[in-house]
């Protein structure tokens, strides 16, 4: 069996607010076709890639709300994506707001999963970190409100064998924090895919915002290296209703090097041929971690939950 | 009170095996005098920075290997760095060999120190990844024995309140692992020092080992951003002993980026003066862990040493 997955990463560039779901949709499985058409088995597309990225803004009306999460997967809307996927063969990461009734009440989660070559879901993963906050910001053109309408995701960092390798994912902030890519490092994963939607003035400090694009790269490059892992990120990106958001989409190696990335900020298709056996070599060497690791010098990072210096002198 | 920490990095070129400890010594003195001289009140030195970097070879006789340690900080050889700090008033990071009775036996680390500006011993650390082997590797030309001769460090990653914020440390390998930085970063550390000594053969693997510039800066880099944190990094370089090892020692704001970098693989002081509290405007927005961290998801990190994939389907 090959050891080879023939990737794509299929950038979204904006979806504005008056776009349906539909014609969101058609143009998910315009890429698909595309990715197909270029050999790919696999495409990863964007966090939230089925509507506008609306925690951008203050929604008070719950049924406005509501009408951005998605209640059932595949639903009425979303089912000619599973359909393409069966039909062409080719599997999909897809990340969507997801409305459920979970332990008898109304839960909010910002989900993803992997979709097999049969168009069957085979992994589901929720987002763990969520940027933001949960009430407005004064002074803020575009709000960043995650925090209010989802909860943090509860099925932690999974893995699934899929496309012939262990298969990982996570979402947009997800992949600032090393945890992330360690916590699946640890199931032996070869592959994260991962979605993003990253607007330039995400903290609201010039300095750090400037650095945005550096930041989106040296994130994903350092958590393949450190974890011997293909990583695949996929950005919405463009100026979406007024909010720009950073592009780049790349395709990172176990090497942490970037072997494709995306030169707009449209919709595009890059493609790469991950061999996942080259994270075999780094996994036996320097990040074999059973010999390496020394679990017991790390306990802080889960006993601990906020930073906490010694006292002052 | 300035939150401003003038530091340097002190690199090394190589130190063959015929030289002294009292050469190493005066080297690194002549470059604390430079570093004087261009404003520094702090400077970082390699990992072993006084002797050959001895692990490459398998050594049978006790008394020769033992010569390689140092039995007192400061000892007889290395007073004079010490002295010259106190008359200075310029602080200091180094590494050396440790060789100590604790516990009723005689034990070996790989160690590094902070010195204060009077020449005060005023933090200890550990190294705590060993990298390379206990026993020698046929077929390669260098070994690389840190199991054999070190044994893991004891001291966990602490932090010290010194130069007007709280500063870590670590050493060579350790700078691979985000855990290390972690579990300083949830200590608020505002500046983490740290030497190497890297050569270009370390895992034997072509691919990898030619990839060491970029995943040297690669690892300091994504910590330093990842931890709101200044890292000092520093080499020792060249070709000593017939084994080239890799320089580029930097200073890494916590924005990421890379602020100094030595452009020679000699003895070579490169300064910056470090803000300390560029850092807070991370660890206020997106890197604010006690918003945003979620540690019941990062179990497995201390639960797990070695990485145990799913079982084939």
């Avoid at 023939?6 to 979204?12: G, V």
């Avoid at 958590?223 to 958001?245: H, P």
Wanted: proline share 5%; net charge neutral; glycine share 10%.
């Amino acid at each position: 069996m090959s050891r080879i997955v023939k990737a794509a990463s299929a950038q979204m560039g904006p979806i504005p607010k008056s776009q349906s779901r539909k014609q969101a949709v058609s143009r998910l499985v315009a890429m698909m076709r595309e990715a197909k058409g270029r050999g790919a088995e696999l495409v990863v597309f964007p966090e939230l890639a089925f509507t506008t990225f609306f925690p951008r803004w203050m929604i008070e009306d719950e049924a406005e709300l509501e009408s951005y999460y998605e209640t059932e997967m595949p639903g009425p809307e979303t089912a000619p994506l599973f359909e393409e996927s069966k039909k062409l063969g080719v599997g999909f990461y897809v990340s969507y707001a997801e409305l459920v009734n979970e332990g008898g009440r109304r839960r909010r989660f910002n989900t993803s999963i992997i979709v097999d070559r049969n168009g069957e879901i085979v992994g589901k993963y929720r987002k763990v970190h969520l940027p933001g906050h949960s009430e407005p910001q004064p002074g803020r053109v575009h709000q960043h409100l995650e925090k209010r309408y989802f909860e943090p995701g509860n099925l932690g960092f999974g893995v699934w064998r899929a496309f012939g390798g262990v298969m990982g994912m996570c979402i947009c902030n997800d992949r600032r924090w090393p945890e992330t890519y360690r916590v699946m490092g640890l199931q032996g994963v070869e592959m994260i895919m991962l979605g993003y939607n990253t607007p330039f003035d995400h903290t609201g400090h010039a300095d750090i915002d400037g650095l945005t694009s550096f930041h989106n790269h040296l994130s994903m490059q350092a958590g393949a290296y450190q974890n011997s892992t293909w990583v695949i990120g996929t950005a919405k990106c463009g100026k979406e209703e007024g909010s720009s958001m950073v592009g780049q989409s790349v395709i990172v190696a176990p090497s942490g090097e970037i072997v494709a990335m995306a030169a707009t900020l449209e919709d595009e298709v890059i493609t790469a041929n991950c061999d996942l056996d080259i994270g075999k070599r780094y996994r036996q060497t320097i990040f074999d971690f059973a010999r390496h690791r020394e679990p017991e010098a790390y306990r802080l990072i889960v006993e601990r939950k906020g930073a906490i210096a010694p006292p002052e002198n």
